[in-house]
């Protein structure tokens, strides 16, 4: 079947590719034995794991003395990278439930390897809150389970709390609607292979048939799913942000920290979607389906995002200087010139 | 056919009946155990083991092993058999001691929990101190469980038997032609009698007598003017002027304790509409603890002083000055001399000058001012300092001469103290025979070849006489804990003293006892017997008896003195040594505690740091000298010595000169000694026979570096300091360093924001006008916290309406800073010592520590001291954002931490705007499983604390927090428990003394009151009504029950001219 070319637009995969050469395209690099590159990459990307993991061991045997925090700063890399993780997550979500419901159809090119992203960044988000506890052995105090102390709950007006509650959701329904998206793909990489790879795939597939009612049926999931994941684009990055804003600290205690805070998730985020894309279109050859088209859309999502964390910087500052505020004048006025003003 | 044989059988052998085979056949089917064999053989060795039997074995060897090594260690908890009577088992009991280190005098109760001394408190029976305590008092208890304690006598570094060294050093007096006795000043009058008896059984002998700080000067003048060696009673209560030249009266001088408590009498605000209080002046180049709470400071070089004084004199007896002196201090003393005038009869000069030529003059100044009698009297002097270096200078003249050949050292460490001296260390190596009877491992002990180790103040029977008249006792508290000798009991058993009882328990208990049965005991007293009298006295701790001392008049040579005062230095830059509040001049460095607590002024711990003057370059930035900033290393070269120290910026430093404490860097000694800070104990100069605290021939190099572990606790931090600007307009330099600009960028901000809400201050004569704005303030605060969905008032009735509502008060114009609280906090609370690293990473967990800022003039700003704790906010922003409730709010208004349930996010520190929340890094007290991970601490990787001797001073009261938790102050809530326990007991209701905090009874100058807000007759109620009362950062809604009051000050701006 030869493919029809819009006269309008261009077409969201080019090269005039049929069905089949999708399929084999795609499935090629899951289908072939991993190339040299791929092994070098690989354990590179270990060696820093086992790097990280020695880092942890190190933290939990010894202290979280050994990263130089103090009295008046006690908290530092380990939750600004549990909230640039949480952030980096967002794009995922928005590209695989936002833009499904807004029909737009160029996500499909992204959309599975951003969710990957996205599961994988809010794992990574969820670990740094944990090896940033001083007694990461009693980390289950944190959930409220039933308990032999009495009535013992967690404290339901921490925000940290409101964390865990939105981390957790927000990794149990990424994970669902990942896997989702997956079944016909695995579908389709079962009905290439043979013997225990059929059988496998097969099962992660549910039996997928490609039937119309499976299809039918697909569809109304993702539906669902997106309707119910579209409102975590917004909440969990705002429940990040009420860490700080419901503080008391100058310079956190902001209601502009909310919309900003998800600005620049989705800014960050679909940065991050980019970065690997790149990579992946050039190293795996999906130039045909990762189109410029593709970038030039997040682009466009990123060009957004980011003059709305613009604007957000310059209503802080404005802010601090307008409320009359001495305190939060400091704090920005530091935060722009003070000792660490290189930072920026 | 063949032979027929009965039954049947399976083998040839079995046939035939072979012995061996059917032996091996039976026991195939039942072997011997293996047990049996080797008892049947003669050995093992030759035990042969089948295959079942090392089965058996090694199953055995391997659970009998497995079995062994899950043995948890058995600590075993002993009851009593027989309960002592004086012993209950959990509950404190508490005797009256002393705490007596040289002429530092102390009158204590004891706090022993199942027989361990854990805790001093002062004794409000003493009219000296009126149960103040100070810092250096609070820590003695845990030298008692120092490891680094001498334990046990030894001669040449060898062990020996008591008796070996009795008659080895009993042999070496006899043989001896010249003893010497060197020791501190001995306070105890039955210790002088020890001491006599020693010289009686050896007339060789003679006493050199010493002070670690030489106040020598003073007993001279005295000597000379009145006939009397003594340092007078100074009643700092009852002056109007103080003017002090360079005695740092209540942080080291003589009787701190004492002087603080009287001299605050005179500083309190009590009436705001007819406020009053007294003007202090201090003349003086560094910022001292005084200096810091004086109204206004005279700036003089140390080379100066004797000048000044001399002027100050010369301008009282109406003549005109014409000494040799800065032209700002000249005008300046001339306004204070006028003001001085007109207060006779209640003024107070007081000098901390070794020069007694300068303290005649000051004798003079006061006798002219007509103090004598009124505030300086001589009935109660102070008997605390009785040394005097030229008998040190003397000492070595004498070895020098061949006249000595014993030295004994009775405590002290002078081969440290008077490093300077010339020829001490020589001379004493010099001498055949050195004893010693020492505590801690320092120089004198390892010169000496005999050390007789002795008991802790706590170990101890005996007496003091810090004052004419008034005595008090010491008792032991716990048996001695080493192989150790009270250093009296030494002297005697050498004299061999027929008075005392080597059979008796406790001989030197005897002794005392009957020296005061024969010295003390007034048959007329109304006690029925000595015994009676002596319990009495043992339970009050204190004793007084009068004197009767006829005022002598001033009779000293004053032409002379004014004749001999020294001319000041030309020098570009001068150095004054000071003594160090915390550790004295080296004599409390052993001491962790002591080491941990941030000196008042310069805010640095572990380590003595060069104070430099700063000054504002009238733009945008604080300038230090040879621009030298917090932390560098500079090269300080004094007498052509070089010494490498971290230098602070220090405002109130005099431009030309720059401070050093004393007693630092010792090379000898305990854990916490050894190489923390600088020694320039060698580095004093003599004039004539007298030791001065300064030198002139310094110089000071710029920036080498910076220190590594530089452990400051807080920065210059001000609140508004005024400099001239280029223009020379005065302007607010704090702010002028913040407004954007240029200079500001590469380095950061240095100023403070001056309109923070902390605290407040106002002169006294315009006090009606403050308060009002005060109370405008807090009005307008109090607007904006009601814009609320929650409003207070409700909560608080519906809260805590029942019941108490526990708060504390802090006046700050009765707070000096000395930082007594701060020790007492970590000595109740068994807060872990961090250590000097995790200091210099802001890691340290004092939970109450004492901010210090400073407003005014740039040049010789003033000082206010604010002890900073939990504040208990009824509206705490820490409890809310605890996600594990770790952290809640009592119904009785105390903010509480559950260790327990503290997962160790550290978001209640990070949200609680007083900075009072302190996380546990890392494992400070090894309470945990962890193991002892301090990083490297002085070479070693132990924390402190982390044996079993040291964790005897452990308040059984207190968890040890774990690593991971966050503590902070618990407002003492187990002496609240113990204080409604004691109510309960008693069928009454609680009232506010039931509850003191171990901050409030450690005060000198009682700046704390702690009590129930709902107790309308209660001391808080009463202390919480002041109009000069304020909350700190009260804009934030917090509801913070700690109040401080408004700083009020005297200054006096005629004498800035």
């Known amino acids: 079947m030869s493919a029809t070319v819009s006269p309008i637009r261009e077409p969201l995969v080019q090269g005039g590719k049929s069905y089949h050469d999708i399929t084999v395209d795609l499935t090629r690099s899951t289908e072939q034995a991993p190339k040299t590159t791929w092994w070098v990459a690989f354990l590179i990307s270990v060696s820093l794991l086992l790097f990280m993991v020695f880092c942890i061991v190190w933290t939990i045997w010894h202290g979280i003395g050994t990263w130089n925090l103090n009295r008046t700063i006690g908290w530092g890399w380990d939750i600004t990278n549990f909230v640039w993780w949480v952030g980096i997550g967002h794009a995922g979500t928005l590209i695989s439930a936002i833009l499904l419901l807004f029909r737009q159809k160029w996500r499909t090119g992204v959309n599975r390897a951003a969710e990957a992203m996205t599961i994988f960044a809010v794992m990574c988000a969820g670990l740094f809150p944990l090896i940033h506890m001083g007694r990461i052995w009693m980390a289950m105090f944190i959930f409220p389970y039933p308990n032999t102390r009495g009535t013992l709950w967690p404290n339901f007006n921490s925000p940290l709390l409101w964390d865990v509650f939105a981390i957790s959701t927000y990794f149990t329904v990424s994970v669902l609607f990942w896997y989702a998206g997956l079944v016909p793909d695995f579908a389709t990489v079962r009905d290439r292979a043979t013997g225990i790879r059929k059988r496998i795939y097969n099962f992660l597939c549910f039996g997928w048939t490609g039937r119309a009612k499976h299809w039918q049926r697909w569809e109304a999931l993702s539906l669902v799913l997106a309707g119910i994941a579209t409102p975590l684009v917004l909440s969990v990055h705002t429940i990040v942000s009420f860490d700080f804003a419901t503080s008391v600290i100058p310079g956190w205690h902001t209601t502009i920290f909310p919309p900003y805070f998800v600005a620049g998730a989705i800014f960050s985020g679909f940065a991050m979607v980019l970065t690997l894309m790149l990579i992946t279109r050039k190293v795996l050859g999906l130039e045909n389906y990762i189109t410029m088209g593709h970038i030039e859309s997040m682009n466009k999502v990123i060009l957004a995002t980011g003059t709305i964390v613009g604007v957000a910087y310059l209503t802080e500052l404005f802010i601090a200087w307008y409320s009359g505020y001495v305190y939060e004048q400091f704090a920005f006025f530091n935060r722009a010139l003070g000792p660490y003003y290189w930072s920026w | 056919m063949g032979t027929k044989v009965e039954g049947i059988w399976i083998g040839e052998k079995d046939l035939t009946a072979d012995e061996a085979f059917i032996a091996s056949a039976q026991e195939e089917m039942n072997p011997p155990s293996i047990v049996d064999t080797i008892a049947d053989s003669d050995g093992v060795e030759d035990v042969a083991a089948n295959r079942r039997d090392f089965l058996k074995i090694m199953g055995f060897s391997i659970s009998a092993a497995t079995v062994a090594s899950c043995n948890i260690p058995v600590k075993r908890a002993m009851p009593y058999v027989v309960k002592p009577d004086a012993i209950v088992p959990g509950v404190a009991t508490y005797y009256a001691s002393s705490f007596v280190d040289g002429g530092d005098y102390c009158p204590i109760l004891v706090k022993t929990r199942d027989g361990r001394p854990i805790k001093v408190e002062g004794n409000v029976l003493s009219d000296i101190t009126k149960g103040g305590t100070s810092a250096r008092t609070q820590g003695m208890v845990l030298g008692l469980y120092d490891v680094n304690r001498l334990k046990r006598p030894t001669i040449d570094d060898e062990q020996v038997e008591w008796s070996a060294l009795d008659a080895q050093a009993k042999q070496i007096f006899q043989n001896s032609k010249g003893i010497r006795i060197v020791t501190r000043t001995i306070l105890s009058p039955t210790a002088k009698k020890a001491v006599g008896e020693f010289v009686a059984k050896y007339p060789q002998t003679q006493i050199t007598t010493y002070d670690p700080v030489s106040s020598a000067a003073i007993l001279t003048a005295n000597e000379t003017d009145f006939g009397d060696r003594v340092i007078p009673d100074y009643h700092f209560d009852k002056a109007e002027i103080i003017v002090g030249f360079d005695a740092d009266f209540l942080g080291t001088w003589i009787s701190p304790i004492e002087y603080s408590n009287r001299y605050i009498k005179g500083r309190k605000i009590k009436d705001i509409k007819h406020a009053k209080m007294s003007k202090h002046v201090q003349v003086e180049a560094q ?41 700002k201090a000249q005008n300046a003393i001339d306004a204070l001399a006028r003001q001085l005038l007109s207060a006779k009869g209640k003024s107070l000069v007081v000098s901390g000058s070794n020069d007694a030529n300068v303290q005649t003059l000051v004798n003079a100044i006061n006798s002219e001012l007509g103090n004598y009698g009124k505030t300086i009297t001589f009935d109660h002097a102070s008997l605390q300092r009785q040394g005097d270096e030229r008998e040190l200078v003397k000492l070595v003249a004498d070895i020098n001469a061949g006249a000595v050949d014993t030295v004994v050292f009775h405590g ?72 150790t000798r009270q250093a009296e009991h030494s002297l005697l058993v050498w004299a061999e003293s027929p008075t005392l009882d080597t059979e008796a328990e406790q001989p030197y208990f005897e002794y005392l006892k009957t020296t005061w049965e024969e010295e003390r005991f007034d048959s007329n007293s109304g006690f029925l017997s000595f015994q009676r009298f002596f319990d009495k006295t043992l339970q009050d701790g204190v004793y007084k008896y009068s004197v009767d001392k006829p005022e002598s008049a001033f009779s000293g040579n004053v032409g002379q003195a004014l004749g001999r005062i020294s001319a000041p230095s030309e020098s570009d830059l001068e150095i004054q040594f000071t003594e160090s509040i915390a550790v004295g001049n080296g004599q409390f460095a052993d001491n962790p505690w002591l080491q941990e607590m941030p000196d008042p002024v310069t805010r640095c711990a572990w380590g003595n740091y060069l104070a430099v003057p700063v000054d504002f370059d009238g733009v945008k930035r604080f300038k230090a000298l040879n621009g030298l900033e917090d932390g560098d290393l500079a090269d300080l070269t004094i007498n052509g010595t070089t010494y490498r120290v971290p230098v602070i910026q220090q405002f109130g430093q005099m431009p030309g000169t720059v401070a050093l404490h004393m007693g630092y860097g010792r090379d000898m000694g305990s854990m916490a000694a050894q190489g923390i800070g600088v020694n320039v104990n060698d580095a004093m100069t003599m004039s004539g026979d007298r030791l001065h605290y300064f030198a002139t021939d310094v110089s000071l190099s710029r920036s080498k570096g910076k220190e590594k572990e530089f452990s400051c606790v807080q920065y210059f931090d001000t609140m508004g300091v005024t400099a001239p600007e280029k223009t020379g307009d005065i302007i607010n330099a704090d702010e002028a360093t913040l407004a954007p600009g240029y200079g500001n960028i590469a380095k950061g901000y240095q100023g403070s924001l001056t309109k923070r809400s902390i605290i407040r201050h106002a002169h006294v004569d315009e006090l009606e006008q403050k308060v009002d704005d005060l109370i405008h303030e807090r009005e307008h605060h109090e607007g904006l916290n009601q814009e609320t969905l929650y409003p207070y008032s409700r909560y608080v009735e519906e809260k805590y309406s029942q019941g108490h509502h526990w708060g504390m008060h802090v006046d700050l114009n009765s707070c000096t800073g000395c930082g007594a609280c701060t020790v007492a906090c970590m000595a109740e609370n068994n807060i872990p010592v961090v250590g000097k690293k995790q200091i210099s990473r802001h890691q340290e967990m004092a939970w109450l520590r004492i901010d210090r800022y400073y407003y005014g003039d740039i040049e010789s700003p003033n000082v206010v001291y604010q002890p900073m704790m939990c504040q208990h906010c009824d509206n705490a922003p820490c409890e809310n954002v605890c996600p594990v409730n770790a952290t809640n709010h009592s119904s009785e208004g105390l903010n509480q931490m559950t260790y327990n349930r503290c997962i160790g996010t550290r978001y209640c520190a990070n949200n609680c705007p007083y900075k009072v929340r302190r996380f546990n890094w890392l494992d400070y007290t090894t309470a945990d499983i962890f193991p002892a991970n301090q990083v490297k601490v002085n070479g070693e990787e132990v924390p402190f604390g982390a044996d079993n001797l040291t964790r005897m001073v452990l308040n059984p009261d207190v968890t040890v927090r774990s690593r991971g938790v966050i503590e902070k102050c618990s407002f003492c809530v187990q002496r609240i428990q113990q204080g409604k326990l004691a109510a309960k007991t008693e069928g009454r209701r609680l009232v506010d003394a039931d509850v003191r905090t171990a901050c409030q009874t450690a005060c000198p100058t009682g700046a704390i009151t702690f009590g129930d807000q709902n107790d309308k007759d209660g001391e808080l109620h009463k202390a919480f009504t002041s109009p000069l009362n304020m909350i700190v950062l009260e804009e934030t809604n917090t509801r913070s029950s700690v109040q401080y009051t408004m700083k009020v000050n005297n200054r006096d701006v005629s004498l800035e001219a």
């Not at chain 2, 004086?294 to 014409?322: F, K, M, W």
């Not at chain 2, 010693?436 to 002990?445: D, E, I």
């Open chain 2, 287 to 327: 910022m001292s603890l005084t200096g810091s709470n004086a109204d206004n400071r005279i700036l003089v070089r140390p080379s100066e002083q004797p000048a000044a004084v001399a002027y100050l004199y010369q301008v009282l007896t109406g003549g005109a000055g014409n000494t040799p002196l800065n032209e």
């Open chain 2, 412 to 483: 002290g460490d002078p081969l440290f103290e008077y490093a300077s001296l010339p020829g001490l260390a020589e001379a004493i190596s010099s001498v055949t025979n050195c004893i010693s009877l020492g505590y801690f491992a320092n120089r004198t002990n390892a010169a000496s070849s005999i050390v007789a180790p002795v008991h802790h103040n706590l170990e101890c029977w005996g007496d003091a006489e810090p004052k004419r008249g008034m005595i008090s006792l010491m008792q032991p508290t716990i048996a001695p804990l080493f192989d």
